[in-house]
T-cell receptor
């Protein structure tokens, strides 16, 4: 089965700093999803990447997909306390869109 | 409002007592899925459904059953719950090519 490894596992930054979270897959990526979760709550969909080289942005969050490296990165510019939470990447298997695997998550803390 | 609704939000039950966690979506999504989230193990898929009457196992299906008799509903059934099924459960739905929308979660404790 597909495995996703996220790094770092946790991250503490000062407000205003930029940061990057990486997600590396053990297999070819056919669809990569980024979610944000507040502890104990549901996941909020951020963005989806499907093509190698694709890059998407939403407010101050940018995600890129490097198909050759089987990797995606999530970059937050000028972080704010509202960015704090758990960021998870998910990937779908080539043979079934419905089978979605997630990484372990990255816990982000932003100090004011 | 477009949403995935799970019930109940919190449930404490005893070992062996059958229970059902309901999940309903109002977005006419063909895909629905159940996950459990545990500390240190992350989010793991239990079952998923591609459409009515079409379901398949995820990574951790043992001890669970699902059914998809209507497009909007995808209940999760624990026929004989055990303490190792104590977890935070999420239901999600999607259309192909789009991200999944998640419910708010059901925190289940089996004593």
């Amino acid at each position: 089965s597909q495995e996703l490894e996220q790094s770092p596992q946790s991250l503490i930054v000062q407000e205003g700093k930029n940061l990057t979270i990486n997600c590396t897959s053990s297999k070819t990526l056919y669809g990569l999803y980024w979610y944000k979760q507040k502890y104990g709550e549901g996941l909020i969909f951020l963005m989806m990447l499907q093509k190698g080289g694709e890059e998407k942005s939403h407010e101050k969050i940018t995600a890129k997909l490097d198909e050759k490296k089987q990797q995606s990165s999530l970059h937050i510019t000028a972080s704010q306390p509202s960015h704090a939470g758990i960021y998870l990447c998910g990937a779908s298997a080539s043979t079934s869109y419905g089978k979605l695997t997630f990484g372990q998550g990255t816990i982000l803390t932003v100090h004011p | 409002e477009a949403q995935v609704t799970q019930n109940p939000r919190y449930l404490i039950t005893v070992t062996g007592k059958k229970l059902t966690v309901t999940c309903s979506q109002n977005m006419n999504h063909e895909y629905m899925s159940w996950y459990r989230q545990d500390p240190g193990l992350g989010l793991r898929q239990i079952y998923y459904s591609m459409n009515v009457e079409v379901t398949d196992k995820g990574d951790v299906p043992e001890g669970y059953k699902v059914s998809r008799k209507e497009k909007r509903n995808f209940p999760l059934i624990l026929e004989s719950p055990s303490p190792n099924q104590t977890s935070l459960y999420f239901c999600a739905s999607s259309s192909q090519g789009y991200g999944y929308t998640f419910g708010s979660g059901t925190r289940l404790t089996v004593v």
